[in-house]
T-cell receptor, first 114, second 112 residues
Framework: SAVISQKPSRDICQRGTSLTIQCQVDSQVTMMFWYRQQPGQSLTLIATANQGSEATYESGFVIDKFPISRPNLTFSTLTVSNMSPEDSSIYLC???????????FGPGTRLTVL | GNSVTQMEGPVTLSEEAFLTINCTYTATGYPSLFWYVQYPGEGLQLLLKATKADDKGSNKGFEATYRKETTSFHLEKGSVQVSDSAVYFCALTYTGGFKTIFGAGTRLFVKA
């Protein structure tokens, strides 16, 4: 298994600003994932972040809006840029550990954009 | 394409009632199937999984059987508790694919 922490746990931001969310894992992992969970809805994969290469973005998500860093095997950041109220969501990072196909999730970052 | 469909919620039950949350999937090949649970204010956590046909995953009194013939993975519990109130997500992942597809989630309320 893997223990994942995220910072901040929640934030309220103004339109047009940017927020960087940090994800820390207690063990080295190859693949990290960033998801968005809009209110009352399921998870939507934003991108897959592998150490040493650029993130792979899903359809509908672009690097300019959601830049991701993955400097090492235990840490990643997701930035939500030029925010609008439509970006209000919970952002979750997860990892796939031990080639078990099982994902382990962080507690999430609850973002409100005014 | 691959997809997961689960019953719409919310589901409201009294304590000690029997729970079934239906989940069906569309996929080519042989995915692994999962149930994740999200308690209020928390991230998702794995509840149970099954990796091949006829496997039964079980945990905390919950169980689900991987039925390839009906492409289903229904979640059941014989006697729910108030503490089981949460959102339950059915999901599938391809071995080696590392991409998980989630159902829409089913919110469960259990009344004392």
């Amino acid at each position: 298994s893997a223990v994942i922490s995220q910072k901040p746990s929640r934030d309220i931001c103004q339109r047009g600003t940017s927020l960087t969310i940090q994800c820390q894992v207690d063990s080295q992992v190859t693949m990290m994932f960033w998801y968005r969970q809009q209110p009352g809805q399921s998870l939507t994969l934003i991108a897959t972040a592998n150490q040493g290469s650029e993130a792979t973005y899903e359809s509908g998500f672009v690097i300019d809006k959601f830049p991701i860093s993955r400097p090492n095997l235990t840490f990643s950041t997701l930035t939500v840029s030029n925010m609008s109220p439509e970006d209000s969501s919970i952002y979750l990072c997860s990892v796939e550990a031990g080639f078990t196909d099982t994902q382990y999730f962080g507690p999430g970052t609850r973002l409100t954009v005014l | 394409g691959n997809s997961v469909t689960q019953m719409e919620g919310p589901v409201t039950l009294s304590e000690e009632a029997f729970l079934t949350i239906n989940c069906t999937y569309t996929a080519t090949g042989y995915p692994s199937l999962f149930w994740y649970v999200q308690y209020p204010g928390e991230g998702l956590q794995l509840l149970l999984k099954a990796t091949k046909a006829d496997d039964k995953g079980s945990n905390k009194g919950f169980e689900a059987t991987y039925r390839k013939e009906t492409t289903s993975f229904h979640l059941e519990k014989g006697s729910v508790q108030v503490s089981d109130s949460a959102v339950y997500f059915c999901a599938l992942t391809y071995t080696g694919g590392f991409k998980t597809i989630f159902g829409a989630g089913t919110r469960l309320f259990v009344k004392a």
